[in-house]
């Protein structure tokens, strides 16, 4: 049963998912998006550092518990390729870094359509580059990235694979947007149980975001489909009401194909982005699941060193 703070959540995100809003100009669904981020994570918002020598692409979130400096998780955070900061979704990731005891560095990435295709996934690989170069140990680190954010830290890891970079100890998806054609069946049949997401808006981002510079699927852009085969272990969280399940669930069989660790946590009710609302239950719940997975991976690695 869900709880009555997410019943409400539910009742009134659906009000905002009008056509209306999504014929809006790109500028005003970017601010009222970033508007909804900034209400929902006020209370979890964390203050944020420069990494020296990083070229102001990475951040510190503070931490709020004790934390294993020598753990560290990389975070990619969302917004449909066109909006988002590390400052709306440093409270998402700064309270997992506290579940897991572990810094936290926020990515900085450009943003569609002032910097369409590839221009996002550029940064991330270049933060992912800048990371290691501080001394952060490959096998104390931990690459999370939610929708967008998922899909540009898969595609990152990919690429520093292909070029024989050393890839972190794990990889944690929250409702990763990996598949930008939109080829999911849940697309079809979770199109009105999703309250924050529709087809439309989403292939009108999609359309911004690659600026006719790649097809939508396209493996570079939509990882879906792209090699996975030698990625480090990897879970992925979706709600089961996501529009975008099918991109989940898809990816997970794709890299239990090629070889890789993967397990998929199936979110009963949920929506997409549904985990950074603080204030849910389900939220605390399912970001509780996912610094269990971290946590497990850094000491996976821990006891392999000490074998």
Same mark, same amino acid.
């Given at each position: 049963?869900?709880?009555?703070?997410?019943?409400?959540?539910?009742?009134?995100?659906?009000?905002?998912?009008?056509?209306?809003?999504?014929?809006?100009?790109?500028?005003?669904?970017?601010?009222?998006?970033?508007?909804?981020?900034?209400?929902?994570?006020?209370?979890?918002?964390?203050?944020?550092?420069?990494?020296?020598?990083?070229?102001?692409?990475?951040?510190?979130?503070?931490?709020?518990?004790?934390?294993?400096?020598?753990?560290?998780?990389?975070?990619?955070?969302?917004?449909?390729?066109?909006?988002?900061?590390?400052?709306?979704?440093? %409270? *998402? !990731?700064g309270a997992?870094?506290?579940? #897991?005891? @572990? +810094?936290?560095?926020?990515?900085?990435?450009? =943003? $569609?359509?002032?910097?369409?295709?590839?221009?996002?996934?550029?940064?991330?690989?270049?933060?992912?580059?800048?990371?290691?170069?501080?001394?952060?140990?490959?096998?104390?680190?931990?690459?999370?990235?939610?929708?967008?954010?998922? %899909? *540009? !830290?898969?595609?990152?890891?990919?690429? #520093?694979? @292909? +070029?024989?970079a050393?890839?972190?100890?794990? =990889? $944690?998806?929250?409702s990763?947007?990996?598949?930008?054609?939109?080829?999911?069946?849940?697309?079809?049949?979770?199109?009105?149980?999703?309250?924050?997401?529709?087809?439309?808006?989403?292939?009108?981002?999609?359309?911004?975001?690659?600026?006719?510079?790649?097809?939508?699927?396209?493996p570079?852009?939509?990882?879906?489909?792209?090699?996975?085969?030698? =990625?480090?272990?990897?879970?992925?969280?979706?709600?089961?009401?996501?529009?975008?399940?099918?991109?989940?669930?898809?990816?997970?069989?794709?890299?239990?194909?090629?070889?890789?660790?993967?397990?998929?946590?199936?979110?009963?009710?949920?929506?997409h982005?549904?985990?950074?609302?603080?204030?849910?239950?389900?939220?605390?719940?399912?970001?509780?699941?996912?610094?269990?997975?971290?946590?497990?991976?850094?000491?996976?690695?821990?006891?392999?060193?000490?074998?």
């Open positions: 049963m869900t709880s009555a703070a997410f019943n409400l959540v539910v009742r009134t995100l659906a009000i905002a998912r009008s056509d209306a809003v999504l014929q809006q100009p790109l500028s005003a669904l970017r601010a009222g998006l970033d508007a909804k981020l900034r209400r929902l994570t006020r209370a979890r918002r964390r203050t944020l550092s420069a990494l020296s020598g990083c070229e102001e692409r990475l951040f510190w979130a503070e931490p709020r518990a004790a934390i294993d400096s020598s753990r560290v998780i990389l975070f990619v955070h969302g917004g449909a390729f066109c909006a988002g900061s590390v400052e709306l979704y440093s %409270g *998402l !990731a997992l870094g506290d579940l #897991a005891r @572990a +810094r936290v560095a926020m990515a900085v990435y450009r =943003l $569609a359509p002032e910097h369409p295709f590839p221009a996002a996934l550029e940064d991330i690989e270049r933060a992912y580059t800048l990371l290691l170069a501080t001394g952060v140990a490959p096998e104390r680190l931990v690459v999370v990235g939610d929708s967008a954010g998922g %899909g *540009l !830290a898969l595609s990152a890891l990919i690429r #520093a694979k @292909a +070029r024989g050393r890839l972190p100890a794990g =990889l $944690a998806l929250l990763p947007w990996v598949d930008l054609s939109l080829s999911g069946q849940s697309v079809t049949t979770n199109a009105q149980r999703d309250p924050v997401v529709r087809a439309a808006g989403l292939q009108r981002l999609a359309r911004t975001y690659l600026a006719e510079r790649a097809p939508c699927d396209d570079s852009a939509s990882p879906l489909f792209a090699d996975l085969s030698g =990625l480090p272990p990897c879970l992925v969280q979706v709600g089961r009401n996501e529009l975008l399940r099918s991109d989940s669930t898809e990816l997970v069989e794709a890299l239990l194909r090629q070889g890789v660790n993967a397990s998929l946590d199936l979110r009963e009710d949920m929506f982005g549904f985990y950074v609302m603080d204030e849910l239950p389900e939220a605390q719940q399912a970001l509780a699941h996912v610094s269990r997975f971290v946590n497990e991976r850094f000491g996976a690695f821990y006891v392999t060193s000490q074998a």
